[in-house]
Structure formats: structure tokens, C-alpha cells
């Protein structure tokens, strides 16, 4: 519903609010949409690894296009069919100091590794 805490849906939408949202992902087979009111800055066309292909990755590193950001992470697109959390503690290094990165560090649309 946002990128900042939301303590209720009601502080966001409310009976009778137009609202406009985006199709984050369809699901035919099973009949199920899921919708979001964040714009994403970046919108890919492409098919993710199914799921259980994305258990192949854990551990490695690979790159990833930042899609939200919360409080404690961020999640990231790395070609699967549902987003890779990267928790604060584990953000990249800054090159030219070697410190980690902060999430207010981050843009929504970014690649990262």
C-alpha cells in the first residue's frame, strides 16, 4: 500500500476512495491478481525463474533491481518470480569508504548487488 509503514489500510483507502493501482502480478491458473499502490519506477516484461529455481540462488550473489524499501530491507528483482529480500545488515559497501550503505542510501529502480 506504501513505501513507509502503514499502521492501517484505512489511513490509505477508505469505502468510496478512488484509488489508482498497478497489477504486480497475475496468476491465470489459479485465479488470482495482486495488486499494489506503490508505481514502480521500473516495470520489466519478462517471466520469472519459477520457484523453485529461485532456491538455486540463495547464497550467491547476484544483481538485483531495487522494487520497494522498507524499515529493516529492501526487496529486490533478481529475475524470479517473487522478490529477493536484502536485509539492512547485509546492504553493499560504499566504494570509496568501505562503510555499508544506509536504506535512506537507496533508490527505488537501482540495481545492487
Not at 38 to 60: H, N, R, T, W, Y
Request: overall charge negative; charged content about 25%.
Amino acid at each position: 500500500m506504501s513505501t513507509e509503514f502503514v499502521y492501517s489500510p484505512r489511513d490509505v483507502v477508505s469505502p468510496g476512495k478512488e484509488i489508482e493501482g498497478w497489477v504486480k502480478f497475475c496468476d491465470a491458473d489459479a485465479g488470482k491478481l495482486w495488486l499494489t499502490l506503490v508505481e514502480m519506477k521500473a516495470v520489466q516484461s519478462q517471466e520469472g525463474l519459477p520457484l523453485d529455481k529461485f532456491d538455486e540462488l540463495v547464497g550467491q550473489e547476484v544483481d538485483g533491481t531495487i522494487t520497494r524499501i522498507t524499515n529493516f530491507g529492501a526487496f529486490l528483482n533478481v529475475g524470479c518470480e517473487v522478490d529477493a529480500f536484502l536485509h539492512a545488515t547485509q546492504l553493499p559497501k560504499h566504494k570509496h569508504n568501505g562503510k555499508r550503505q544506509t536504506l535512506q542510501d537507496l533508490v527505488i529502480g537501482r540495481t545492487v548487488k
